[in-house]
């Protein structure tokens, strides 16, 4: 498909605000919504969805016998001991209602359940990243954002109309809601080219405002409250999120204008375009994509394991609720935290232009992601790490560091490749990197099959792939790579670039 945008087209300062403000918005709303799946879980468990999973023959014995309270009770609620250790001597029991006899605390059947409609809705987000990154090469900003919007809208309405007794709309309202929100995310990406003398701090705003879009669940325990059904709140949000479809008309038809002069590349040194084969295929590539897996493998698998997690660590259900909550509190305070890698990118970026040599300047350029890299495999060490300690004051931790980690693996790793390979390559390469991601993804239901009767070993062996990944900033390190780096990307030799001073 060919472009049809004016290749002289300019966009006023006003228009840029008026653009880069609804990426932001909507990537702080629908971006990354299905991300915040512990929350839903909360809800599904306690509205009893997928609860007729749950029976005495196919639960695990409780430590004691579960005590009966009021069996003619409408709840059926009853009491189940909690296995956490630090609160036996306290005799707190969990007091279960409107679901099973069984209750929402501990069925292996109801998890799996869950986990595998997790699973299948994170491969789903961005399995099919590289024809997103095709689409929006070819086909453009305003076709990609229509579709995005149309199936976050339709997610919504299926999400509404899922029941306990109609409880098989679930697969379908979080795939379409991956689907449209990974759409919608990989469009917001190239709001960065803006404001080009702050690409790095605009892309890393952008990507990491979708990691507070997981808080949008923490509405349905709000409004539940009020006595409003979640399927209103449903419809209200497919009207939401279908107005992407309506904005998308305000933005240039193919793709946000970048005309200024591509700094890998000198005015009077003429190149041709560099084979995406060159970039996918290189060190820099491999190593990024094990960072890109491993830390969202970490991310997924921890917030897959958060309630179960969290519950071992409870005295009892409202314990339990208290940190369902606090897990979307701490997804918005995620868009506090993306940005500061960029600021600090764009910051590196800023001193490189002082130096004098510009091979030297151009290997600075990229060695500015360094920081952002490694400290976000860092916070992601820690984040996994606590899911080893059954104790409240690890999932605090955990969290701490999830602020920090989940808006970073995406936002640092979006300036990352935008900086390090060619601007032309961007879209392509981020659709790749998301699709080999998530087809890896499917790991992560084996994964959780495997920590149900080895938990400490099946986490331990990702905390030890996780500290694998610092390679990935560490490799930046090494001028001699970086300076072979530099010279394949912008097709001009190392003798060349030296001899252009600035």
Known sequence: MLCNQDPNLQLSLGRKIVIFFIG??????????????????????VEGIYSDLCNPSTAPPPLHQPTMVNENLHNQSILIPNNNSQCHGLNHTFIVSNSQKIGVEKCDPQDEMFALIYTITICCYSIPGIIIGYLLHHAGLRVTRISGGTM?????LFLGITTKEQSYWLFPAMILMALGG????????????????????????LTGMYA????????????ASYGIERSVVCWCLAAVSSLSVFLSFLMPIHHIPNNEQNTAISKDVPVNELPLSKSLWSGSSMLHELWFFVSLFAINNYQQTYNVWVTASSCDVSEAGFYSMLFSYSNLVTVFFGPIGGMFTDYMVRRAERTNNELDRRVKE?????????????SSTVMYACLLFIHPVAIYISLAAMVISRPCVFAVSTAYIRMRFPATHFNRLLGIYGTVTSVLLFLQYPHFKWAQHMYYVAHAAVVALLVLTYINPIHLLFKPLMRKAVSTRDQISENDLRSLNI
């Open 212 to 223: 507070a879009s997981a808080a949008i669940f923490l509405i349905f325990q709000y409004t």
């Open 152 to 156: 976050l809208a339709m997610g919504f």
């Open 366 to 378: 990229i060695q500015a992601s360094f920081w952002p890299l490694l400290v976000t495999s860092i």
């Open 182 to 205: 990974n759409q919608v995310r990989m469009s917001v990406m190239q709001f960065g080219d803006l404001f080009p003398a702050h690409r790095a701090t605009a892309i890393t705003m």
């Open 24 to 45: 932001a918005i909507e990537s702080m709303l629908f971006g990354g919504a299905v991300f915040g799946w512990p929350q839903l879980v909360h809800v599904l468990r």
